[in-house]
T-cell receptor, first 110, second 113 residues
Framework: TQLLEQSPQFLSIQEGENLTVYCNSSSVFSSLQWYRQEPGEGPVLLVTVVTGGEVKKLKRLTFQFGDARKDSSLHITAAQTGDTGLYLCAGEKGAQKLVFGQGTRLTINP | KAGVTQTPRYLIKTRGQQVTLSCSPISGHRSVSWYQQTPGQGLQFLFEYFSETQRNKGNFPGRFSGRQFSNSRSEMNVSTLELGDSALYLC????????????FGPGTRLTVL
């Protein structure tokens, strides 16, 4: 059983469309991170959210941390082919333990 | 500043053999963490080293071990390889601990036949 459940696991959409990826858990996290991983490379940190209800924007990407700090979402506006990749959420539970979701494989078609 | 480097990038072994993977962190980073990534289980934490000491350990059998040298470079070793050990092994470095931003290397793709 995954501590962090990501949905959907796979998503394929056309360029220009909007999308939302979810990261859910029954556990409370002190912080939550989002990463993007491209083929042949390691994950790259996109953002860290710390406060319940926090919203962070990174150009066309909007990240939200749930009020109870158990879930998070990533919304991409006007997706571009360069957004293609594996998106991973990771939660920190204290004692410096970082757990990852299984990821959402996103494909943006031209 | 050079990123995290991992060697080798690809490795093929047979069951029962052992393997050693190497990780060189970003200069000045003292914490090195190792992860196993598989399609079925995703990214799972193996262990973390800081100042040559293992500080945290994930839920993996004792066949998986590691060490860190005085220059912060780290190695992980897997003994008596099993088919299920086939995975991408990722190393991540951070300044002090995993609460700091982790920078991942490109990984070592291990295939066990």
């Amino acid at each position: 059983t995954q501590l962090l459940e990501q949905s959907p696991q796979f998503l394929s959409i056309q360029e220009g469309e909007n999308l939302t990826v979810y990261c859910n858990s029954s556990s409370v996290f002190s912080s939550l991170q989002w990463y993007r991983q491209e083929p042949g490379e390691g994950p790259v940190l996109l953002v860290t959210v710390v406060t319940g209800g926090e919203v962070k924007k990174l150009k066309r990407l909007t990240f939200q941390f749930g009020d109870a700090r158990k879930d998070s979402s990533l919304h991409i506006t006007a997706a571009q082919t360069g957004d293609t990749g594996l998106y991973l959420c990771a939660g920190e539970k204290g004692a410096q333990k970082l757990v990852f979701g299984q990821g959402t494989r996103l494909t943006i078609n031209p | 500043k050079a990123g995290v480097t991992q060697t080798p990038r690809y490795l093929i072994k047979t069951r029962g053999q052992q393997v050693t993977l190497s990780c060189s962190p970003i200069s000045g980073h003292r914490s090195v963490s190792w992860y196993q990534q598989t399609p079925g289980q995703g990214l799972q934490f193996l262990f973390e080293y800081f100042s040559e000491t293992q500080r945290n350990k994930g839920n993996f059998p004792g066949r998986f071990s590691g060490r860190q040298f005085s220059n912060s470079r780290s190695e992980m070793n897997v003994s008596t390889l099993e088919l299920g050990d086939s995975a991408l092994y990722l190393c991540a470095s951070s300044l002090r601990d995993r609460a700091d931003t982790q920078y991942f290397g490109p990984g070592t793709r291990l295939t066990v036949l």
